[in-house]
C-alpha cells in the first residue's frame, strides 16, 4: 500500500465517523428527522469493499447507508441536505436518511425494507449482463436481512444466472435488539452461501486491511467467473440501532469490549506503524474533514425547501405518455 | 360515577397486551423486537421480564414465515398475538394474511377456524418517508374473512385486543405510532369496547364526518373548532373497517343528510370510496349535497415535514371543507 | 377500410408479446414456465424456441425474488416483462411492485426510473377455487406510482403490451384466463391502442354501464340484449384503471344522468367504490338515479360451478338491474 | 414386515393409483374440474412417509394431495365427492381436487399457493410443542417450492424453536415444466437443510422399503430430540403436471425409463418375493379397490349440491360476535 493510498482511506473511514458524530449532533437539535441509523464502528467494511470497486460497479445499500454513500463518493454536503429534506439533497430531499440515491455514482440506495434490496441487485447485474458489460453489483446488508425470504431467492436466482453480484453481509450482531444466535439457526452465515454453491468467505470486518484483501479477493474472482460471491463481514456498531433505541439488549461491557477493536484505531496504528503516514498528516486529514463535515452542515442549512405545489412530483414520470 | 384516568396510547396498547396475556393461557406474543429490545416503539417493554420467552417470542426477520407461523398456531388451537412491526413490512406477509388466514375456513368447508390477532403499527406523521409512512387499511378491507380494527383513540387502543382475541376468526389490529406518546383520558370502569360498531365520537345535526384511525382527534378537533362557530358536526369512528357497520354510518348520515369522509390513506380505492358508494346505494335521496372525501395525497410519503404534513388531511382542511359544504363564511 | 381478422384472445396476447421482442433489444420475457412448460397457459409457446434463452428466461418459484429482479433490470436500462403467472401469486411480490416499483422513483427525487412491465393472469371463471381465483385489480389500483392495465378485449389483449413497454413508469397488466380460447374479431389495421384513456364500446343515451376485465363482454352481451327490447345503454370499458380516465365516465354520465359500475372483484374498497365516489363528487347534481354497482360477492371463490357462477356478476344480473334502475317491466 | 402390513402398504399404493385413474377418467368426462395434479408415480411416498406417524400427528400437503390424503385414512368417497363438488365431499365440496381437508383426521390440506403451508406447518408443531404435547406435524411439498422464500424462513424457524416438524421434500425432478436445474443452482436438495443446522438425508422415493425406513428413522430421530428433519424422496411423476399439461418439457423416453422404477411393481415383487403375499391374494386386493373406486364415484355421483343460498356461508365463523 502507497502512503497516499492508506492516507485516503483512513480519511474515508474518518470523514463516515464524524459525519456521522455531527449527524447525531444534529439529530438531536431536531435538525435531522425521521429515523436514524449511525453506521459507527462499520467503517472498515464499507471503505474497504468500496475501495475494491470500479465507478462503473453499481451499489445498493440498506438504511444504515451513510458510510456507503461517502465512501462511493456522494459528497458530504449532498448528504446532509438530504437529511435535512433539503432540495439541493441526493435524492432531492424527498427520501432523508434512509433513502440515499446518486444515479450519477451508481449508488442506488438507501433501501429501508430491509432485504428488499437483494432481488433489486440481482436484478441490475442480469440486465449488465445481457448488455454484455463487465461491471459488478455490489448488494451490502445485514445478517438481519439474511432471514427473509429475499435472500434466499436472491442468491438462487444469482447463482443459477451466473451474474456477478458481490453479496456483502455485514454482521453487526444484532438486527435491532435482535442477536445472531436469535436470527439464525447456524451462526456461520458463510455457511449459508455454500447452500446455493456461491463462494462464501467470512473475515474480520474491525480490520481495514482484512477487509480490503477479502474484498480484493472476492472482485478477481468474480471478474474472472462471471458468478455471484458471498462476504460475509463480522463487525459492530457500537451505537444504538437509531435514535430511539434504549439499547435493553446487550450490555455495555459487550460494546467497550468491541470499542478496543475500533477499526480507525487498528488502522492508524497499522499506518504510523508501517511508516505510511505521521501524527501530524493525520491531525491535518482530521482538520480537513473537520471543515468538511462543518462545509456540509452549513450547506444543508442554507439549502431550500421544495414547493408544498411540488408535492406530487416524481410519482409518474413528466414523460409518461401511453 | 365514571372515574377518568389518564394514559398514553402506548400505555394503553401494552396495557391490552398484559391483560391478554394474564387472561388466557393460550395467548401469547410474537413478533420482531417484541421481547429483549422492548418492543420497536416500547409498547411491550418489560414484557419478557414478567412472562418470560415462551409467551414473549423475538422473531427473526421473516414476516411471511412468522406471520403464516401464527397462523398455524391458531389454527393448532392456540390464541397468538402477531405484532408486524408496522404495516409497511406487511406486504411480505400478505399471502399468508389473505391466501391463508381469510381463505382457510371456507376452503375447509367450516373445518379450520383461524383465531390469530395481527397487530401492525401503521401511518404517517413522524417523517419516516416513502418505505415506512404507509395506510394500507384499505388493501386489507378489501379482503372477505378478515375483520379489520382501526384503534383511532386511546380507549379502544385499551380494550380492542380483547375483543379481538374472542374472535374466531383472524382480525387485524391497526394501531397508529404518531400517536404513541399522546395522552388522553379515559374512563377506569369501561372495560370493554364493542368492537362490531361504529362509534359516535360526538353527536351533532349539521354534518357527518366519518373517519378512522389518525382521523379521529382530527376530525374531534376540528369538531370543536366548529361547534365554537356554531356548525354542529356528528363525528363518526368506523372503527371496524371490515365488515364496515354499514348501520351507523347510515343512520348518521340519513339525520344529517350531508357527509364527509376523511382518512389518511391514499384517496383512490379506499375506505372513503366505500362508504361514499355505500351511501350512495342506500341513502341516495336522503342526500342534500354530495358527500365528499378528504383522503391521502396520491404520492409516496416524502421526507421534509412540510410535505409529509401537506401529503393528508390536516384539521383546517377538514374545517374548511365542511364550511364549504355548509356554505359557512 | 377495415379489414377484420378472427383471433383468440391467447394469440393475442402472444402476438403481442412476440412482436415486443421483435422490436425492442431491451424487450425480455421472465416468469415461471414460460420457456420450456410453453406458458401455463400457452402463452408463450414456441417462443423460447425462437428468440432463444436469453430472451425467453424460466425462473424458479420464487415471486418476490424474480419481480425484483426485473424491476433491478429495468433500472438498469432493460425493458423487462415480468409474467407473474395468475395475480394469485402475486401478494408474493407485492412488496417489491409497490415499496419498489412504484416507489424509486419518488424516493430518489426522480432518479430511478422504473420501466418494467408486469403481466398477471386473474380472474374466475375455471372452477380453480378459492385460492386460484382472485380479482385483485382494487389491490393495485390503490398504489400511487403504479400504471394499472385490465385488457378486456381481444383487441387490447394484441396491442396494451406495446404502448405499456413505452412507459417510463412500472405497468402492471391484467390479463384473463378464462378468455383466453374465446375467439373474436378484431380490426387488421388498427395497430396501436390508446391506454391512457377508457374506451366506450358501445354509444347509447339511456344508461352507462362501466365496466373493465370480465366485464366487457358481459357487459356488452347484455346491452345487445337491452337494445333488442329498446334499451339504449352505453357501456364503458375503463382499460386503465390507475390512473383512472375519469373525464370519459364523468362525460358518459353527465349524457346518460345513470350508471351501473360492473366489476368480478369483491365489492369493499374496490373499482366499482372509486368510480361510484367520483361521481359523487363531481357530477352529484347530473345524476337521476343512485349509481349502483354489481360486483364480486364477498366470498373466496368456491369451487362447484353453481356457486363460482353465483360469486360475480352474469349477463341476467347486468340486464336485471338495468331494467330495474330504468324502472322497465 | 409382517405379511398383513405388507399388503396393507401395497393396497395402500394401488388405491392412490387406481383412485387417480378414475378421477382422470372422471376429469375427462368433465365430472371433475378445476385443476387435477395426479401423484401417480410417486405413491410410495406418501405411503411411505405417513405409515410412521401416529393418528395424533399433523399433516399438510399440496394441491397434489390425493395421495396423502388417502394413506392418511380419507375415504375414497369424500374426496372423490370433494372433486364432484358436492356437498358430502371432505371440504363440503367448497375446495375441489386441491383443497382436501379433514380436520377429524389432522389432514391440514390441500394448499394451492406453492410453499404456502410451510409456515402453517412451523405454527402447528409450535403449537403442540407449547401445549406440552409430543406429536410431529408433517409437511410435504415439491422441489419446486425450496426455491421460495418461505422454505428458507420456515427451515430457519424450525431450527431456532427446536420444533417437531418433519419436511418432506418431494422432489419429482420437475416444477410444472420447470427441471430442477432450473430451479436450484444445487442439485443435492438435503444440503439446504444443512445450511439450517437440520438433519437432512435423501432418499430413493420409488423404492417403498427405502421410504419407509428413513421415515421411520427420521420419526424416531424427531421424537428424541424434538427438532425438525428434512427429508428429500427423490421421485418422478409419471403423468402431466396437471390435466392441462402438454409435456413439452420432457422426452417421453424419460419417462418410460423411470416407469421401469414403478414403485408399486417393485413393491409387489418385493412382497412376493419375501413371500409376503401371493399373486391370488394381490388380485383380491385389485378387487377390493376396484370396487372402492367405484363406491366412491357412485357416492359422489349421488352426493348434493350446496345450495346458492349457503354462498357467503364460511366466510365468518357463526359464533363471530364481537
Ligand atoms: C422487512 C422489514 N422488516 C422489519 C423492518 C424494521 N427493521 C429495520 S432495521 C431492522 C434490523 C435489521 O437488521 P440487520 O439486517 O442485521 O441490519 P443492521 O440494522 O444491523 O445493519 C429491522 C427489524 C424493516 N425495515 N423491514
Ligand atoms: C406461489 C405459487 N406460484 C406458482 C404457482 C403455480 N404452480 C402450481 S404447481 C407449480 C409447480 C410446483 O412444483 P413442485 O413444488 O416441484 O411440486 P410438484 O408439482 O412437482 O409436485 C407451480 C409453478 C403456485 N400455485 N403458487
Ligand atoms: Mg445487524
Ligand atoms: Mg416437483
Partial sequence: ?322 | MKEITKITYREALKQGVREALQNDERVFLMGEDVGRYGGAFAVSKGLLQEFGEDKIMDVPLSESGFVGAGIGAAVAGMKPIVEVMTVNFGLLAMDQIVNNAATLLHMSGGQMNVPVVIRMGCGIGRQLAAQHSHSWEPLFAHIPGLIVLSAGTHEDARHMLAKALKSPDPVIVFEYTSMLNIEKEIPVNITRVDISKAKVRKVGKDISIITYGIGVYKCMDAANELASIGIDTEVVDLRILRPLDEETILASVSKTHKALIVEDAWKSVSISSEISARIMEKIFYELDAPVLRLAGVEVPIPYPLHLEDASVPQKNDIINAVKKMLNHD
Same sequence: chains 1, 4.
Fill in chain 1, 1 to 322: 500500500m502507497k502512503a497516499e493510498e492508506g492516507q485516503h482511506l483512513l480519511y474515508q473511514m474518518q470523514l463516515i465517523r464524524r459525519f456521522e458524530e455531527k449527524s447525531a449532533e444534529q439529530y438531536t437539535k431536531a435538525k435531522i428527522r425521521g429515523f436514524l441509523h449511525l453506521y459507527i464502528g462499520e467503517e472498515a467494511v464499507a471503505v474497504g469493499v468500496i475501495q475494491a470497486l470500479t465507478d462503473e460497479d453499481s451499489i445498493l445499500s440498506t438504511y444504515r447507508e451513510h458510510g456507503h454513500a461517502l465512501a462511493r463518493g456522494l459528497s458530504a454536503e449532498s448528504v446532509m441536505a438530504e437529511m435535512y429534506g433539503k432540495k439541493e439533497g441526493c435524492s432531492m430531499g424527498r427520501g432523508g436518511s434512509m433513502h440515499l440515491f446518486d444515479a450519477s455514482k451508481r449508488f442506488y440506495g438507501g433501501n429501508a425494507i430491509v432485504s428488499g434490496h437483494l432481488p433489486l441487485a440481482v436484478g441490475m447485474a442480469l440486465a449488465l449482463k445481457k448488455q454484455n458489460k463487465k461491471n459488478i453489483t455490489c448488494c451490502f446488508f445485514g445478517e438481519g436481512a439474511a432471514a427473509e425470504g429475499e435472500f434466499h431467492e436472491s442468491m438462487n436466482l444469482a447463482a443459477l444466472w451466473n451474474v456477478p453480484v458481490l453479496f456483502v453481509c455485514e454482521n453487526n450482531l444484532y438486527a435491532m435488539g435482535t442477536a445472531l444466535k436469535y436470527t439464525h439457526s447456524i451462526l456461520e452465515l458463510e455457511k449459508k452461501g455454500m447452500a446455493y454453491g456461491i463462494d462464501s468467505v467470512a473475515v474480520d470486518g474491525m480490520n481495514l486491511m482484512a477487509v480490503i484483501n477479502a474484498a480484493n479477493k472476492a472482485v478477481t474472482k468474480i471478474k474472472k467467473t462471471g458468478k455471484p460471491y458471498f462476504l460475509v463481514c463480522n463487525t459492530y456498531r457500537f451505537r444504538a440501532h437509531s435514535m430511539f433505541d434504549a439499547e435493553l439488549y446487550r450490555d455495555k461491557s459487550e460494546v467497550e469490549e468491541w470499542k478496543k477493536r475500533d477499526p480507525i484505531a487498528i488502522f492508524k496504528k497499522y499506518l504510523l506503524q508501517e511508516k505510511l503516514t505521521t501524527e501530524q498528516e493525520i491531525a491535518i486529514i482530521e482538520a480537513r474533514i473537520e471543515s468538511e463535515v462543518q462545509r456540509a452542515v452549513d450547506f444543508a442549512e442554507s439549502g431550500t425547501l421544495e414547493s408544498i405545489e411540488d408535492l406530487t412530483k416524481f410519482v409518474y414520470s413528466k414523460k409518461t405518455e401511453l
